[in-house]
């Protein structure tokens, strides 16, 4: 079975910087999307950011541009999530999640790391 297991979230101020990980593992094939989605109670779940293993391409909501960067490992059992000049709206729980390359919905997902940006 493929398990993730994210981590890193935590409490920092507005401005500041964290990094999300996430260990994969159990993953039998080769070609895969691992992504980050946020979620705030009450509100729908938002992808953020993934990235492929076939080439490394990568996906950002506009909301991440330019201030999330999405990376894997060499081995690509672990995906990074660094996340720069935080703002309080970036507040949320973050799960990660994996699909096979090519599927249209995420099919595994970790459990949530919460992430507190205070202002």
């Known amino acids: 079975d493929v398990q993730l297991q994210a981590s890193g979230g935590g409490l920092v101020q507005a401005g500041g910087s964290l990094r999300l990980s996430c260990a994969a593992s159990?993953?039998?094939?080769?070609?895969?999307?691992i992504g980050w989605f946020r979620q705030v109670p009450g509100k729908e779940r938002e992808g953020v950011s993934s990235?492929?293993?076939?080439?490394?391409?990568?996906y950002y909501a506009d909301s991440a541009k330019g201030r999330f960067t999405i990376s894997s490992d060499n081995v690509k059992t672990t995906v990074y999530l660094s996340m720069d000049s935080l703002r309080p709206e970036d507040t949320a729980v973050y799960y990660c999640?994996?699909?096979?390359?090519?599927?249209?919905?995420?099919?595994?997902w970790g459990q949530g790391t919460l992430v507190t940006v205070s202002s």
């Open positions: 990235i492929g293993s076939v080439d490394g391409s990568t």
């Open positions: 999640a994996q699909k096979p390359y090519g599927a249209s919905r995420y099919s595994n």
């Open positions: 159990g993953i039998t094939f080769d070609e895969y999307v």
